[in-house]
């Protein structure tokens, strides 16, 4: 006897509008705002020197 393997298949996903422009970002309908990596809004710490001996 087969086991029978049950795959779960993702839905489909909504075809792009005819009236986007290529290369549209995905939007997070929450936030509303493009996903992108943005630089950290802080300067990076510097990393602590070692005293000298």
């Known amino acids: 006897m087969q086991a029978t393997q049950h795959l779960h298949v993702p839905p489909k996903p909504?075809?792009?509008?005819?009236?986007?422009?290529p290369g549209d970002l995905p939007v997070d309908p929450d936030t509303d705002q493009p996903e992108v990596d943005?630089?950290?809004?802080?300067?990076?710490?510097?990393?602590?020197?070692?005293?000298?001996?």
């Open 14 to 21: 909504e075809p792009i509008p005819p009236g986007s422009p």
């Open 38 to 53: 943005l630089p950290p809004l802080s300067e990076p710490i510097r990393e602590i020197e070692p005293p000298k001996r």
